[in-house]
């Protein structure tokens, strides 16, 4: 799955690329390139995220991909990077069957009536469902031409920020290949490393990230629903921090290990996290009469058996947090290599960006 909202244009399929999930607090960079049939991770970084007000000025970027160009070792220049949640939506809407390229032009001229908001000075992106075969509706041929409908995907972002991240790139000494929304990272990463579950059957992916989380439902190798809540690590922290009277960083260092003392405090702040989440899946079980049994957790967060044993409990399904590492052949460093297993869970978005371009 790819919605990018730009993109090189080269048709030509990489063999190397680094990709940049570019975090709240966190930047997350990984290198992957083709090997035969399969992809190797050769290196990865996390950055503290460059600290900024309102908008984030492309000078700001463009250091902090210089630093992340440096960690990389500079030895692939192809770059994908992710817009957050925050700056891009991505949404499911209905459309009469079109090329992708005029799916675009309707979207720009015509956001008001299938958004519902005035998106101008956004691109857009789109991506149309396979059909169902069960549904009547979807043998072509049948019905009206002017009432046949058919489900698409849709990302947009202002035009602005996707010229800026391409400045920032080039001036940082990438070569821009694609920007895409975040939440498409997990869904394509879930595809390579559990490629059984996501062509048979219905499984949430909750990303608990810095500011704010999300949850995508796929099924069956279609994402169905995807949702945003704002709740997310560092209001984890920081409520743990001021219920136990210590520092942010103390409670950020005793979150993921979480002694006995601390389980209460943190069991209270999660529980609003868990009725967001099962609050989508409900919705979700409702609309599609089939229930999420499996989801699965990534971000920094849910390296805390803790977490994840607080979100099993009031999703009332199996939580588990999952590697997106386990499809890749792995030529890291010693050092890297000992803290991949530690560090995978916060690397989910930006393998999934990388094989966009793969």
Known sequence: MALPFWDSGVRKRRDQIVAVDLGARTTKAVHIHRRGDGFVLSRYALLDAPIFEKSLPVELLSEHLKAVNH?????????????????????????????????????????????????????????????????????????????????VLVAGAKKQLIDDFVLAAKNAGFIPDHILPVV??????????????????????????????????VQERELILNRVVGIGGDRLTAGLAESMNISYAEAEGIKIGMANEVQSALESLLTPLGRELRASLDFFEHQHDRPVSQVFLSGGSSRSDFVVESLRRELIADCKTWNPTTFLKLTLSPEQAAEIEHVAPQLTAAIGAALTAL
């Not at 009536?113 to 049948?142: H, I, N, R, T």
């Not at 579950?197 to 219905?202: A, G, K, L, T, V």
Request: hydrophobic share 40%; glycine share 6%; charged share 20%.
């Open 184 to 217: 498409i990272g997990p869904v394509n990463a879930f595809e390579r490393a559990m490629p059984a579950i996501f062509q048979n059957d219905s499984a949430a992916l909750v990303d608990i990230g810095f500011k704010s989380s999300s949850i995508s439902i």
């Open 71 to 151: 960690a990389m070792e500079g030895k692939c220049k192809w770059l994908a990077l992710t817009l957050g949640v925050n700056d891009a939506l991505v949404r499911h809407i209905e459309l009469p069957p079109m090329p992708a390229e005029d799916m675009r032009m309707v979207l720009k001229n015509n956001s008001r009536v299938y958004l519902q908001q005035d998106l101008s000075g956004y691109v857009f992106d789109c991506q149309a469902a396979s059909p169902d075969p069960q549904s009547k509706s979807a043998e072509p041929g049948k019905g009206p031409p002017g009432q046949q409908k058919q489900k």
